[in-house]
């Protein structure tokens, strides 16, 4: 269970980091004067990234706590799979971002 831990820790960290990073994105998209439908689309994405990250680190967080239980793998399994989620989003939303404005 160790290595679950260390990827767990890890996972709670940067999920943090992360979604503080999308959240200020979507702050800095909001606050353009003129905002395009394309950059709507992609504020949206940065938003759900960020919710995912969040979730990820109350998933991590319930899931260290009951790593004893039965369904804490279950947890660390799902956390996981959000934050894999989350990230592609991200990586989408950049590509939204960068390849729609020429």
Not at 46 to 75: C, M, N, T, W
Request: glycine share 6%.
């Amino acid at each position: 269970m160790s290595n679950s831990s260390n990827s767990l820790d890890t996972l709670i960290s940067i999920s943090g980091t992360i979604a503080g990073i999308a959240l200020a994105l979507v702050g800095i998209l909001s606050s353009k004067s003129a905002i395009t439908r394309i950059e709507t689309l992609a504020d949206d994405v940065f938003l759900f990234a960020s919710i995912g990250h969040l979730l990820v680190v109350v998933i991590g967080y319930i899931a260290q706590r009951d790593s004893e239980k039965p369904y804490g793998k279950k947890l660390i399994s799902l956390a996981e799979k959000i934050f894999s989620v989350s990230l592609i989003a991200i990586v989408v939303g950049a590509f939204i971002m960068v390849y729609t404005e020429f």
